[in-house]
């Protein structure tokens, strides 16, 4: 228990901060899974719009801090790479 009233609105900012950080953490987390669910099935333009949807949540933690900037850069990289590669297997396939 925080001993000053200083102490305690700090608390409840830390919580609400957390509680935020949270939220927009698993909604960045969910768009990816979702970007990845439709890459694996072959979808390309839903893939994209997912892809696209993804890189705006990563993007948007990114700019209020709740994601690094570095780590945000390697997120999309690692969405964007996952997206080539699928573009890819399609054509060769298609060959």
Known sequence: MPHTSSAAK????????RDRNQFVKRGVKIQTRLAN?????????????????????IDKAAARGVLHKNTAARRKSKLARAANAA?????????
């Open 87 to 95: 573009k890819t297997k399609l054509a060769a396939e298609a060959k």
């Open 10 to 17: 700090r608390a409840r900012q830390y919580e609400k901060r």
């Open 37 to 57: 669910e439709a890459l694996a099935e072959g979808a390309g333009d839903q893939a994209q719009a997912q892809i696209k949807l993804a890189f705006k949540k």
